[in-house]
């Protein structure tokens, strides 16, 4: 009976959690608000909300939410508790220990990482997938989203403790491995056309598909994120440019402005915008025009029936919907991913002998460092010096 009750009062306080998550409606799809609402307690889902009202952007607040969940779940297998707030160094350390260690020495000495049981524990709740070490750069982000949390909380965490970086530092460097790239290939200017041969149909969902792939590429790489919270009310029609610039007389080609409003690195009252020349306004036009869309979210869902829905596509949706038109493309769906047409849009550029400068207003990098990687790449595979034998 005791046990009846419990399970009772358990499932009253997720479903309370619940609701209180549905405040971030537009960050989280609902079976995700069900799912962490099992794993957060009713401190997290108030900390979560009232960081929605203080205006942090979706991806941010959708990584905090996620790193949080995962948080609260390993603090739980491997502790018995949840996440003391601030925490200690002492477990700030162990979370370390569990993510970050020797895949060569664990086959020596089994308790080395992350215990057994608390892997099972994730793995059960689908939280961790493989038994290697975590990815440095993922650990750190956790780390990160762990010091934010706090910091909104009112607290002094121990995130700057030498002994935890001194053990971050040495764990990196035992569990050393290669920083893979988002995409392992690019989506270059001949892939995209394979993938657009690939929805070259007259169904709805072609139509679609056709304009969120040739609209990511041609207006900078953006983001998935981007372009599944991409608005008609951010499109803006403009006079027709030379298609020639150096013939301003000559034929000339339709003209588009995307207003980026708040992304990744532009804030939401900054003025950055990117442009659409050519085929890929006539694309995305025929896209808003046969799904009779005047207003809201550009890119939206279709059910099996080829109805239209009223949501935009999640990026997760995006993500799918290249692997599955690079599948249809007889290409290798794990090596490709929405990232891809970010790469591919700086590769081709490089390619192409577009200086770095121009190339970074359309894909709006703030870094040279970061963007330039992509035309080392390219100039390295195109250039000389790998070439002494062959």
Excluded at 314 to 319: F, H, K, S
């Amino acid at each position: 009976m005791k046990e009846q009750l419990a399970k009772i009062k358990n499932a009253e306080i997720i479903a309370r959690r619940s609701e209180g998550l549905d405040a971030l409606e537009a960050v989280l799809p609902f079976d995700r608000r069900e799912f962490l609402a099992g794993l957060l307690t009713d401190d997290d889902v108030e900390t979560l909300r009232h960081l929605a009202k203080e205006g942090m952007g979706e991806n941010s607040l959708r990584a905090l939410a996620s790193d949080l969940g995962y948080l609260e779940a390993w603090c739980q297998a491997a502790t018995g508790s949840p996440l003391p707030w601030p925490a200690p160094e002492a477990l700030l350390i162990k979370f370390v220990a569990h993510h970050l260690w020797d895949f060569a020495k664990r086959e020596t000495d089994p308790a080395h990482g992350m215990p057994a049981d608390v892997a099972a524990t994730l793995k059960s709740q689908g939280l961790l997938r493989s038994d290697r070490p975590h990815a440095p750069a993922t650990v750190r982000r956790r780390l990160s989203s762990w010091s934010t949390l706090t910091k909104w909380r009112g607290l002094v965490g121990k995130f700057n403790a030498p002994g935890l970086q001194s053990a971050i530092k040495l764990a990196v460097r035992a569990s050393a491995r290669p920083r893979g790239r988002k995409s392992r290939k690019a989506v270059t200017a001949d892939i995209l056309s394979a993938l657009l041969k690939a929805c070259a149909g007259d169904r709805l969902v072609d139509v679609r598909d056709r304009a969120i792939l040739i609209t990511a590429f041609a207006s900078g790489g953006r983001r998935r994120s981007e372009i599944s919270a991409l608005r008609v009310e951010q499109l803006v029609e403009e006079d027709p440019v030379p298609a020639d610039p150096k013939e301003s007389d000559g034929d000339t080609l339709p003209c588009l402005t995307i207003r980026l409003g708040r992304t990744k690195t532009t804030q939401a009252d900054s003025d950055a915008f990117v442009l659409l020349v050519g085929r890929p306004v006539l694309v995305l036009q025929d896209w808003l025009e046969r799904a009779g869309i005047a207003e809201g979210a550009v890119f939206r869902g279709i059910d099996r029936w080829g109805n239209l829905q009223k949501r935009a596509l999640t990026p997760q949706a995006i993500n799918l919907i290249l692997k599955r038109r690079v599948a249809e493309a007889g290409l290798d769906p794990a090596a490709f991913s929405a990232h891809g047409l970010r790469s591919g849009y700086l590769t081709e550029t490089a390619r192409r002998g577009i200086p770095l400068t121009e190339a970074m207003q359309q894909s709006q990098h703030r870094s040279v460092q970061q963007a330039s990687n992509y035309y080392n790449d390219a100039e390295r595979t195109l250039g000389r010096a790998a070439r002494v034998i062959v």
